[in-house]
C-alpha cells in the first residue's frame, strides 16, 4: 500500500507512464545514463514532493535511482546522502 509523500509522487507508474526501473534502475548499470533516466530525472522537475522523497532515500541511505530528482550513485559518492539530518 502506497502511504505518506508516496500518494502525490510524480514517478507513480499510472500517473507517468516510465516502469519502476527507470527510477531505480540496476545498480550495475547506474551509470549509464540511459534515456529512461533522463525521462526519469524530467518527471522529478515538476513532482510536488521531491524533498520527501530526497530526505526519504537520505535517511534509508539508498544508494542508486533516482530519488528526489537527483540520480544517487553519483550524488552519494560526492556525500551528498548525508546531507539531510536524520529525522
Known amino acids: 500500500m502506497i ?8 514517478c507513480r507508474p499510472s500517473v507517468c507512464g516510465l ?12 551509470r549509464d545514463r540511459s534515456e529512461l533516466t533522463v525521462q526519469a530525472l524530467k518527471v522529478c522537475e515538476a513532482c510536488p514532493v521531491r524533498d520527501p522523497c530526497w530526505q526519504d532515500a537520505a535517511t534509508h541511505r539508498i544508494r542508486f535511482g533516482v530519488w528526489g530528482g537527483r540520480l544517487l550513485g553519483t550524488d552519494y559518492e560526492k556525500g551528498l ?7
Open 19 to 30: 516502469p519502476a526501473r527507470a527510477f531505480i534502475p540496476d545498480p550495475a548499470e547506474w
Open 81 to 87: 546522502v548525508n546531507s539531510f539530518p536524520a529525522s
Open 3 to 10: 502511504r505518506g509523500w508516496r500518494l502525490r509522487a510524480a
